[in-house]
T-cell receptor
Framework: ETGVTQTPRHLVMGMTNKKSLKCEQHLGHNAMYWYKQSAKKPLELMFVYNFKEQTENNSVPSRFSPECPNSSHLFLHLHTLQPEDSALYLC?????????FGQGTRLTVV | GQSLEQPSEVTAVEGAIVQINCTYQTSGFYGLSWYQQHDGGAPTFLSYNGLDGLEETGRFSSFLSRSDSYGYLLLQELQMKDSASYFCAVSLDSSYKLIFGSGTRLLVRP
């Protein structure tokens, strides 16, 4: 247990569905991140939030929409995804040199 | 663009020493981190180098040479449980957001 909790752990959705991924941390960190991990590719930074403000959108398609209502919670809203979006989506938080990752949501788009 | 290069796979025997190298070309540099990820698990922090030199934490050591844009992770007295993927990651600035390499899969054999 790293202190970062992600739900759901697994998600299968159709290309026309709308779903949301949730991330929660109670470590008191100010920065939260979404990463995408695909097979045989580096972890790709998607979004960065500092003190609830989005500070980076790493050229992510608009079918991914993040939301950070407070410094403990981070959401990733998904709509009209493509099969190539199937991946492990990891949330992380940090305050300093160490990032703490959640277990991830394994997303399959059918 | 950002580029971090590390070997894709390394195999070693139990009790041996293994070194995983990482070279980077990034738009900024604040420090080099290493993370371990077991299959199905979350990446977990191993070490951070902000300055040149060697950092030692138990069986694991990490080295950084900023002038060479190079670092390595050294694992000593290998154990079966060390079989995992190891990622180097660069912090681009003081916000510590991380850009990851593609990972090195380490297999420890009896």
């Amino acid at each position: 247990e790293t202190g970062v909790t992600q739900t759901p752990r697994h998600l299968v959705m159709g290309m026309t569905n709308k779903k949301s991924l949730k991330c929660e941390q109670h470590l008191g960190h100010n920065a939260m991140y979404w990463y995408k991990q695909s097979a045989k590719k580096p972890l790709e930074l998607m979004f960065v939030y500092n003190f609830k403000e989005q500070t980076e959108n790493n050229s992510v398609p608009s079918r991914f929409s993040p939301e950070c209502p407070n410094s403990s919670h981070l959401f990733l809203h998904l709509h009209t995804l493509q099969p190539e979006d199937s991946a492990l989506y990891l949330c992380a938080s940090s305050q300093g040199t160490e990032a703490f990752f959640g277990q991830g949501t394994r997303l399959t788009v059918v | 663009g950002q580029s971090l290069e590390q070997p894709s796979e390394v195999t070693a025997v139990e009790g041996a020493i293994v070194q995983i190298n990482c070279t980077y070309q990034t738009s900024g540099f604040y420090g080099l981190s290493w993370y371990q990820q077991h299959d199905g698990g979350a990446p977990t922090f191993l070490s951070y180098n902000g300055l040149d030199g060697l950092e030692e934490t138990g069986r694991f050591s990490s080295f950084l040479s900023r002038s060479d844009s190079y670092g390595y992770l050294l694992l000593q007295e290998l154990q079966m449980k060390d079989s995992a993927s190891y990622f180097c990651a660069v912090s681009l600035d003081s916000s510590y957001k991380l850009i990851f390499g593609s990972g090195t899969r380490l297999l420890v054999r009896p």
